[in-house]
């Protein structure tokens, strides 16, 4: 899918160097943001950032069960399913194939604030189910968001699903095929109940509204990478921890929010894979049950959560809190292979004197600097190293922070990862709350002089930014 309005006075701002002249015979090249943890780094603030100037914005990959806050002039806008660029007005939004729709959220979404796989509400009936069974048989679940992108991307894999363009090229062979997909849910769940003849009549209705949307997407993003430069930018949803082949396994997501998304899921090639964004939040939060070896089951992870105002933006529930893991940060980026880091939300640690930062793990007695493959381990594994300093803002109208030592917590995070090397960080100011007056963060080391800034959490409005950390070593 893909629709368009124009606003004149969208501001100018770098994008990476997708979509510059000179950049790769390929063609244009396209921006990529990414979670680096597990979700709810701040990815939509860096993406309404990077969209300000973008001509696309793009969905790869998953479904409504990801949720976006972006905050524009002191109102509040969610995103589950649209792109979070397109409060940009100016903005084409292309959600791809590799994501799941669920059409009344789609049109929901779109009025208060298409594309291959689609949710049927069957499909969010059946995913509450299994977690009802999985509670009942094992005594845990999954902690899913009952959207029901586990079975949807289920009925894609046993090629049973329906995709958007059989909704409006033959709307009978689609209600055959529909019928055929709904009974097939209710001979596996005896409890589920699903009118069929309703739901056909309600998607009759919805297909008259979206048709004149739909495009082919292959064809719709070649042609934007191969005609006249632009500026194309990739939205992830969920992050590289909840990835399908890539995360905590079993306890994932049931799509790939890692880099390779990208390309199977708006089908392009993977050299117009340009600058690849990797969002991370100063510390680390993860929702629902699962492995989180420096989580802080206590009264720092009850602070950081209270602080940072950890709630899930799909579900509302809290959001689990801990140091930030530097082992997963370090696998995310093997995976990903970032060009830089956002990092956010390092003014919720100013209170404390001494942040820690999760460095290896120990399993059975042994310290392992690596991230393990059999996941449920990390339960029980941590080890951390103590960095002592803290950050103060000295005030709203202040152009600087008051600084002691918080900036080399900055750079040891990266480097003791070996993943980041800061060179004059690009400032991103963030519009938030109507700020574009950069803060920033100064180190008072002899040997560097480099800035850092950070971007606010949505609780306190600063004049801050985030910092994009050049990665210059893997």
Known sequence: MAFAETNPAASSLPNGDCGRPGARPGGNRVTVVLGAQWGDEGKGKVVDLLAQDADIVCRCQGGNNAGHTVVVDSVEYDFHLLPSGIINPNVTAFIGNGVVIHLPGLFEEAEKNVQKGKVFDFHQAADGIQEQQRQEQAGKNLGTTKKGIGPVYSSKAARSGLRMCDLVSDFEGFSERFKVLANQYKSIYPTLEIDIEGELQKLKGYMERIKPMVRDGVYFLYEALHGPPKKILVEGANAALLDIDFGTYPFVTSSNCTVGGVCTGLGMPPQNVGEVYGVVKAYTTRVGIGAFPTEQDNEIGELLQTRGREFGVT??????????????????????????????????????????????????????????????????????????????????????????????VALSFGNRASIVTCHWPQFRSCRAFGFRVAGCMCSDSKEERRNVAVLSSAMRPLNLTFPILKVTSS
């Open 315 to 408: 579900t509302g529930r809290k959001r689990r809190c801990g140091w930030l893991d530097l082992v997963l940060l370090k696998y995310a980026h093997m995976i990903n292979g970032f060009t830089a880091l956002a990092l956010t939300k390092l003014d919720i640690l100013d209170m404390f004197t001494e942040i820690k930062v999760g460095v290896a793990y120990k399993l059975d007695g042994e310290i392992i600097p690596h991230f393990p493959g059999m996941f449920f381990s990390l339960q029980y594994t941590e080890r951390y190293q103590g960095i002592r300093g803290c950050v103060r803002a000295v005030s709203n109208s202040s152009p600087a922070w008051s600084v002691t030592g918080s900036h080399r």
